[in-house]
């Protein structure tokens, strides 16, 4: 073979040798590409994209338990059909230049340790608080049930829904079956409901007249009237019977609606309004609302006597008592009631012993008896006064400014009833005297 000189190479073969022998050089001067230190950002992505390589490994060997979605995947590539790749999974594709891989766009993490999953609306399910429930039975089986174990027998059930007994026997089988469960005996003369079956009875009542009173009550609750009503009264407003003839009345004139009626003192009764969703405190103390999300109807002033039992060893000092003399006897007072607001201390003198009662009648009582001193309203007082019951006692220094009483009720509620109760109240209805005889000095009627 002849010598080839390399003066002798046509130009295109010299540019290209000496291309190829740079090469060779510059990959012997230089450290291969893979040994070479990577940046901080190209580190990243590389362990990014092992872990995307180690959690596409997992799925493939778990689809069914971890990825639902992807039994519908792994049936449609068994088919022949191609399917997108799940977020964040490693597709390893074919190409004429060698074998490459790809990520699937990765959406943000889910805050829980995983990533979270697209889905399209259709996919997308609304997280609920109640479930479909396990048994498929109707009210017309309830009644039938109730009608066959009213009256103990098939035919008569079956002549009432004008069915035939063969039709109301199998309905009764198929609730059992349903159920699982025995509801009835069943002999030749005689029909009685288990244990499980009495059970049934009251519960299936309960079902079918809440369903009679469902239409009812939603008509009710569109028309503005509320399902439920709370009052509170200030303990120095109630009076028993007049709150019985209150709720006889509302509940004459709002059938269905549940009507509860309770008992506060002092900052007890905005303590009910705020924290416990009473509809309307009545007697709340003050002229004006605590802050401007409340309604307040000023009802007047109560004023106090300050009294004894009129055998108490005081009476005979009456002349010459003074604030150490009225010191050494216990005062009977009423706790306030609050429990999240800032409960307002009664009238007592410093280092004068405390009695506690929960009401009024007790502390009437207790000073009828003679056990202490204390304020009464006015009104409560006189006639225990008129009577020789209790004494008046006027002790310099002894005082207790009139207190002013309300109606309050949130401005957050627009209801029939409660406009309905403050219409009583600022009329000045009859049936409202009751809660307002103890306010010695009654406000006028508002005009407006």
């Known amino acids: 073979m002849p010598e080839i000189l390399p003066g002798s190479l046509p130009d295109h073969h010299r540019r290209g040798a000496a291309t190829r022998a740079e090469a060779v050089v510059a990959a012997i001067e230089s450290p291969p590409k893979m040994f070479r230190p990577r940046s901080p950002a190209a580190h990243a992505d590389a362990v990014k994209a092992d872990a995307a390589v180690t959690r596409a490994s997992r799925r493939d060997r778990e689809p069914a338990r971890r990825h639902p979605v992807a039994r519908a995947g792994t049936a449609a590539g068994g088919a022949g059909m191609r399917t997108a790749p799940a977020p964040g999974q490693a597709t390893m594709t074919r190409s004429p230049q060698g074998l490459s891989l790809a990520l699937a766009a990765t959406p943000p993490d889910d805050g829980v340790g995983g990533t979270s999953v697209r889905t399209s609306p259709r996919e997308r399910r609304p997280m609920t608080s109640y479930s479909k429930p396990p048994h498929n039975f109707d009210l017309e089986t309830l009644y039938t049930f109730l009608l ?23 309905r009764i089988k198929n609730l059992e079956e349903i159920l699982d469960i025995k509801l009835i005996n069943r002999t030749t003369h005689s029909v009685t409901p288990t244990a499980a079956g009495l059970l049934l009875i009251e519960k299936a009542k309960y079902l079918l007249d809440w369903q009679q009173d469902l239409p009812r009550e939603l008509k009710k609750v569109a028309s503005g009237v509320e399902p439920s009503f709370t009052l509170v009264f200030n303990n120095l407003l109630y009076e028993s019977l007049g709150a019985a003839r209150l709720l006889v009345h509302l509940y004459e004139r709002f059938p269905g609606t549940i009507f509860r009626i309770e008992r506060a003192v002092n900052m007890g009764v905005w303590d009910y309004v705020i924290h ?107 006639p225990h006064v008129e009577a020789g019951r209790l004494h008046r006692l006027n002790v310099p220094g002894v005082f207790r400014a009139p207190s002013p009483m309300s109606l309050v009720r949130p401005k957050n509620q627009s209801g029939v009833i409660d406009s309905y109760v403050h219409d009583l109240f600022r009329q000045r209805h009859p049936l409202i005297q009751p809660f307002t005889q103890a306010i010695g000095n009654l406000f006028p009627v508002p005009t407006h």
């Open 276 to 382: 416990e969703n009473a509809h309307a405190g009545i007697g709340a103390p003050g002229l004006h609302a605590i802050d401007d999300t409340y309604h307040c109807l000023p009802l007047g002033l109560i004023e106090w006597d300050f009294v004894c039992a009129a055998g108490h060893p005081l009476v005979r000092r009456a002349s010459t008592l003074t604030e150490d003399d009225v010191r050494r006897c216990p005062v009977i007072n009423i706790e306030d009631t609050s429990r999240h607001l800032h409960k307002r201390q009664a009238w007592r003198l410093t280092g004068q012993q405390e009695m506690l009662v929960p009401d009024m009648e007790t502390k009437i009582n207790a000073h009828l008896l003679g056990l202490g001193v204390g304020f009464l309203p006015k009104v409560v007082a006189q």
């Open 148 to 170: 066959v174990v009213e009256h103990q027998s098939f035919s008569v059930a079956a002549e009432m829904m004008h069915k035939t007994t063969s039709a109301i026997s199998y």
